[in-house]
């Protein structure tokens, strides 16, 4: 059975840092690309980062780029995202998401996690 889970969520000030965990179960999280996604109320589901299966290339939109960075422990079989400089429009459900070996867009990734609420608010 394969699963994503996502874990890491909570209540951060402006400026500080999280890191959201993706455990993944039922199948080698080495052969598939993992995206972070995020949705905030009346929002659209926005990409906010990935990484390929091989090369373990990756890449970042312009609103997260310089402060976001995805990760992978083949070990744990776990991806994570480590979010730094946090802002209040960071505010969202983040999701994890995995396709076979590349990344693509978010209708192309046939595996979600349930996500995990992240706010940031002084």
């Known amino acids: 059975q394969l699963q994503l889970v996502e874990s890491g969520g909570g209540l951060v000030q402006p400026g500080g840092s999280l890191r959201l965990s993706c455990a993944a179960s039922g199948f080698p999280l080495n052969t598939y690309a993992i995206g972070w996604f995020r949705q905030a109320p009346g929002k659209e589901r926005e990409g906010v980062s990935c990484i390929s299966s091989r090369s373990g290339s990756t890449n970042y939109p312009d609103s997260v780029k310089g402060r976001f960075t995805i990760s992978r422990d083949n070990a744990k079989n776990t991806v994570y995202l480590q979010m730094n400089s946090l802002k209040p429009e960071d505010t969202a459900v983040y999701y994890c998401?995995?396709?076979?070996?590349?990344?693509?867009?978010?209708?192309?990734?046939?595996?979600w996690g349930q996500g995990t609420q992240v706010t940031v608010s002084s």
């Open positions: 998401a995995a396709r076979r070996y590349f990344c693509s867009g978010s209708l192309e990734y046939n595996y």
